[in-house]
């Protein structure tokens, strides 16, 4: 019943700019925490940035400065504006869910991802 949709990914050019955008939708009592990760070719899936209801953000070094994570509680949706994007940002960016159930219960989901590549 859950589902998280992703958008705003794509090509871009060094220095450039995306903004990522998630929307979770379903049997949702509340959202926790929403967030958004990172897969690059060879390695680790990584956190890029994270905020909770209440407001507040934990973001990776590499992209403080750079990145900033924003929600809209009403409409159960994250946002992910990339400036001065890099080459080494290039990745699958996943939406990350953390949620209450109807019946109380706390579920994480995840998005299917959506590809970010920044040229040289």
């Known amino acids: 019943q859950v589902q998280l949709v992703e958008s705003g990914g794509g090509l871009v050019q060094a220095g450039g700019s995306l903004r990522l955008s998630c929307a979770a939708s379903?049997?949702?009592?509340?959202?926790?925490?929403m967030g958004w990760y990172r897969q690059a070719p060879g390695k680790q899936r990584e956190l890029v940035a994270r905020i909770t209801s209440g407001g507040s953000t934990l973001y990776a070094d590499s992209v403080k400065g750079r990145f900033t994570i924003s929600r809209d509680n009403a409409k159960n949706t994250v946002y992910l504006q990339m400036n001065s994007l890099k080459p080494e940002d290039t990745a699958v960016y996943y939406c990350n869910a953390h949620y209450t159930t109807n019946r109380g219960s706390v579920v994480e989901h995840w998005g299917r991802g959506t590809q970010v590549t920044v040229s040289s």
């Open positions: 379903g049997s949702i009592f509340r959202v926790n925490a």
